[in-house]
DNA sequence: CAGGTCGGCAC
DNA sequence: GTGCCGACCTG
């Protein structure tokens, strides 16, 4: 018999894997997966797959037996958060938007109120802090890898780029430039330039901007323009169309119990920037 | 000897 | 139960 082999679609480009069910023996019916890189390497176990590209790809997430990202594995790696573990958010997805990175840095000092009787004590707030968050140079690395699933746990589909915006510095992909961009529209009021500065490209360590993404300077062109407004407009209808949809299921089950968030509309609210 | 297959330990 | 890998089997 032939062996069928498909796509992972959740690794890179050409890897391939292979369900085997076992014929005979106590074991008769259990099945092995197996994968195959590009070059035809063969992997028999996730521990050996992570050896092998663990360095370039998080598995943490990635379910062996099935060849997909799975979401439900995505909170069991994770620190759980204080919200999460108060059972005040069970069964709802999670909102959370903070961007995957230490968001303090003990070694700084940080403002310490002091309680007293006094009250004319005051809380000392240190308005360098919060402009001055320390952060790791190309700190946005750590945004590889990361993806929106659908409700059925299938890897949705990334947003694209215009082809002027390019990556700066070691290892940047697509991907990841997509992520900084994200971030950095979220994060600050300021202007997104990119890296103004020529001699980023030659030695970013020393001349990258941390106020900026790691991305080279861009031009926006009217063109750009035109295709962001066509997507805002098609992504707007799709909620719409979701919304409604949503509407009419729950007036059918009016009578029931509380209803989980639908996940249509996250996301969304990326596409009128760039 | 290489690669496919199943047993069985460890978690 | 089941993931993982040793080791047996077969060509």
Redesign the pocket.
């Known amino acids: 018999m032939e ?1 069928k082999r498909w796509d992972c679609t959740a690794l890179p480009k050409g890897w391939k894997m292979e369900e ?9 019916g ?1 099945s ?3 994968y195959f890189s590009p070059s035809g390497k ?1 992997f ?7 050896r092998y590209l663990g360095n370039q790809m998080d598995l943490s997430s990635f379910d ?2 099935t060849g997909k990202m799975l979401m439900s594995k995505l909170n069991k790696n994770r620190q759980r958060l204080r919200y999460d573990n108060n059972n005040q958010n069970k069964g709802k997805p999670d909102l959370n938007t903070s961007l995957p990175v230490r968001q303090t840095a003990s070694i700084f000092k940080q403002p310490v109120t002091k309680v007293t009787n006094h009250p004319n004590n005051k809380v000392k707030t240190d308005p360098q802090k919060a402009i001055d968050q320390p952060r790791q140079l190309f700190w946005e690395k750590k945004l590889s890898g990361l993806n929106a699933y659908d409700i059925a746990e299938e890897l949705v589909k990334t947003m694209e780029l215009p082809k002027g915006l390019q990556g700066v510095g070691p290892g940047c992909t697509d991907k990841t430039l997509l992520s900084a961009i994200a971030s950095a529209l979220h994060t600050s009021a300021a202007p997104i330039t990119g890296q103004l500065s020529a001699a980023v490209e030659k030695n970013p360590g020393v001349w990258l901007n941390t106020t900026q993404p790691l991305c080279k300077a861009f031009i926006v062109t009217d063109e750009d323009i035109r295709k962001q407004e066509e997507l805002v407009y098609s992504v707007r209808k799709r909620l719409e169309e979701a919304l409604m949809a949503d509407m009419l299921a729950h007036v059918e089950e009016a009578a029931n119990e509380g209803d989980a968030l639908k996940d249509e509309g996250n996301g969304s609210e990326d596409m009128d920037s760039v």
Do not use: E, H, I, M
């Open positions: 062996k085997v069910t076992r014929k005979s023996g106590l074991s008769a259990k092995d997966v197996y063969k028999r176990s996730k521990p050996q797959l992570a062996f037996r």
